[in-house]
């Protein structure tokens, strides 16, 4: 079991956060500011990553653009002034780092094309993003490889993709309806990935997309569904690795906690050692070394809490 951020972090000191991270955490994750503004959220990160795509601020929303433009420059430039930031806190000897991007099938929810729609609406130019994407997320992966000499673990972060199976992604006008998209499809892409970390609503269909399937704190609320313990117990039974999502503020009491779980779903404890991470939802000092500190008592306590 290991405590890690998701990498999402409040302030807009790199150096910051990158201190924080590398101070509580066993695996470090590249920080994300999204507070800096446009450009450092999700969407804007990811398309620093990209390979052969451009993607600019439109009226609504991002868009693709045939020509890097200023703000496609400004998102570039960032990334690499943030790495330089990074190593200059940690050094170049990092045993593990996480890195992570928004995957596919929000990324293409998120993003415009030239005339409006969104990328998700075009099968062409929805394929042309998610090979770009893997293809610039192994290029950043290799970098970051390069300038810490350690081992590269990806996540991917896929917020809307429940929405997306369930047909919920809104069109240009109210009359103008975007498919659900298939299960299946959806598995089959992400697992093109790789990926050693998928972050999503429990999606238990898809959860094996990725070696660790990441939730947040609302398990406990989907847990109390049969569907949710079901999907856990089979997700835990087959294998697979879970993260679960924990608050971050009380080391003990969410050991214990995650420890009942497990009881409720008739799994052994064990698993939590070697089957399950934990994360805070909301990453701060405190709550990273809180998830450290609630990984540690599961390690040497599982049994006896």
Partial sequence: MTGFALGPMPGTSVAEAADIIISETSLPAIPQLPDRGLGSDAVGRTASMLEAINIERGP???????????LTRRTWDRLERDLDEVQEVWGEAVPRIKVQAMGPWSLAASIELSDGHRVLTD??????LSDALAHGLRAH???V?????????VQLDEPLLADVIAGRIPGTT?????????????????????????HAAPLWAVARAAKTFLVDSRFRQWLSTPEHYDGLGEHL??????????SGTDARNEAISLAAHL???GMPRELLVDHCDVFPIAASASALRSVSETAAILVRDAGDL
Avoid: C, K
Avoid at 60 to 70: A, N
Avoid at 180 to 190: H, K, S, T
């Fill in 145 to 153: 490889a390069s300038r810490f000499h350690g081992e590269v673990q």
């Fill in 123 to 128: 099968s062409s130019a929805f394929a042309e």
């Fill in 237 to 246: 039974s087959a294998g697979r690795r879970i993260g679960l999502g924990i």
């Fill in 60 to 70: 609504r929303s991002w868009r693709m653009t045939t020509r890097p433009q200023l």
């Fill in 141 to 143: 992966a290799d970098e």
């Fill in 263 to 265: 009881d409720r779903i």
């Fill in 174 to 198: 109210d009359f103008d309806s975007i498919p659900a998209v298939p299960e299946e499809v959806i598995l089959e892409n992400l697992r093109g990935f790789e990926a050693d970390y998928l």
